[in-house]
């Protein structure tokens, strides 16, 4: 095999002198062992040259098909790349990331092309020229550790001459589906009422004013309370007010663009709303004045699955139930029927069992 040499020219306009061609020979990779003819010896690089051996070797040409793995990384290695690169898989593991494209990124405009363009069939709904749309986001109160950074929100359509009620009714919390009560001895027996029946008490929180939902005489001022905290000492929240919502519009305040407001309902449900735009209505908007509120995004939101099957989604969380492998214990509802009830319906044990609403109920 003959030597193999990298050169680098000098620095210089002179051309190189040519290099003297060797014959093949075994011995030239070894000049030690090479005979005293000229032709057999390794050629000596010519003056001015900086020459850099390069040894080939068979490991460097293994091809085999055993190869390594590249997510091991050596424990003992001192490659600074190779530290980050272990830190990035940790730090993967943990979270448990998916970079997958989920079906809600996939129909995220599905629900705005719904409403566009659609023209009411009587025309005392036709939205009037000059109306003013906002474009508003109610962020959802979910405490999970992937929604910290980034929360999950509704983003909804209003037309500034609708009241604050009409927003307030068309907002979709999973707080307002809940069911009071315990029914581990009637699971059967449908619930009378849910939660936004028995509780219509609501206020949103704009520009230090609260705005209290009082359309029913059931309907208590939520928004009391503070006001008292804040007016018993000097806490230098300046003098906050009150009003009904069912009285203003939107078209009647001064409103922020991009700033937090405060929508609160259940008594301690809060919601941050933000108004992200405001414009005026155009031919290519939904024209149909009964068709808003209209929502034109929806979250989606991680559904909790059975503590058994791990297929379906939770019905019942059960208390102090010697069956069940934790306290508090998720079931759906197959699962729940099979593990504390026989076959005629008789309760087995002793257990307190309460109707549980997933949040992915609206995706």
């Known amino acids: 095999m003959p030597a193999i040499f990298a050169c680098q020219l000098p620095a210089t306009d002179a051309p190189a002198p040519p290099l003297p061609v060797a014959q093949p020979s075994s011995a030239a990779c070894c000049p030690a062992q090479s005979s005293g003819s000229p ?27 055993e190869t390594t793995n590249s997510d091991v990384i050596p ?20 979270r448990l990331m998916c970079d997958r494209i989920c079906r809600q990124q996939i ?16 025309s005392e709904n036709l939205v009037p020229a000059g109306e003013v749309i906002l474009t508003i986001n109610i962020y959802s109160p979910v405490i999970f550790t992937k929604h910290r950074e980034n929360k999950p929100y509704h983003s909804m359509l209003v037309l500034g001459s609708q009241n ?54 059931e309907c208590g001022d939520l928004s009391r309370t503070i006001v008292d905290w804040v007016e018993s000492h000097d806490r230098g ?21 991009g700033y937090p407001y405060l929508y609160c309902h259940q008594g301690d449900c809060e919601h941050i709303v933000i108004i992200t735009d405001v414009r005026i209505v155009h031919r290519d908007d939904c024209l149909d004045k009964t068709l808003y509120p209209c929502v034109i995004k929806k979250p989606w939101l991680w559904t909790r699955k059975c503590s058994v099957c791990k297929l379906f989604i939770v019905r019942w969380v059960t208390n102090n139930d010697s069956l069940a492998p934790e ?20 309760k087995l044990g002793e257990f307190l069992a309460y109707p549980y609403v997933d949040p992915g109920i609206f995706n």
């Open 39 to 65: 032709l057999l010896q390794a050629p000596s690089p010519p003056p001015g040259l900086s020459c850099r051996h390069v040894p080939s070797s068979v490991d460097t040409l293994d091809c085999s098909k």
């Open 107 to 122: 129909f995220e405009q599905e629900h705005e092309m719904q409403t566009v363009g659609r023209k009411p069939s009587n």
């Open 237 to 257: 929240y300046g003098k906050f007010h009150t009003a009904k919502m069912e009285n203003y519009t939107f078209n009647d305040m001064c409103i922020k663009v």
């Open 164 to 217: 604050l009620t009409e927003l307030r009714d068309a907002i979709s919390c999973v707080s307002d589906l809940q069911i009071g009560g315990e029914f581990s001895n009637t699971p059967d027996l449908a619930p009378e009422h849910i939660s936004k029946d028995l509780y219509k008490s609501a206020f949103f929180f704009i520009e230090g004013t609260f705005y209290n939902d009082l359309r029913y005489p």
């Open 327 to 346: 306290d508090p214990c998720c079931f759906c509802d197959t699962c729940f029927r099979m593990l504390h009830y026989d076959a005629d319906g008789n």
């Open 75 to 94: 424990q003992d290695t001192d490659l600074v790349t190779l530290q980050i690169r272990k830190k990035v898989i940790e730090k993967k593991e943990e």
